[in-house]
């Protein structure tokens, strides 16, 4: 795919998932049952990886504070450990210190180290 190809299904793709995924988070939040929608937030959550890895995105993607840590590609462990504590933007994750992210039930240092990895891949680091 040519990068002009790329640069024109990206804001689609993008837009598109998040929007789904905006208004599947909606729905869970509002709802006592989450576990009742969460094998459809995994699987729109691994359909978004795999077309931003399809469009290649990663080589460019710059994420800003307001960018929903599902855009981030965090293993799934790493991701629901977030989740399940209230972290949904990046701005949130950049207000965590290590200690902060080690409090959370079942959270280790192999996904923190995941996360470190990935916020240094995009010129981000944890609170210190």
Known sequence: MSKIAVSR???FALGELTATIEVLQTKIEAESDVWEHKQEYKNLL???KDRLNTLDVKA????????YIYQLGL?????????ENGIRTLGDLLNLTEADYLAFKNAGRKSLAEIKERLAGFGYKLKE
């Open 9 to 11: 299904a990206i804001p």
């Open 46 to 48: 691994l359909e978004f």
């Open 60 to 67: 460019g993607f710059k994420p800003g504070r307001e960018t």
């Open 75 to 83: 293993s799934e462990k790493a991701f629901s450990r977030l989740m």
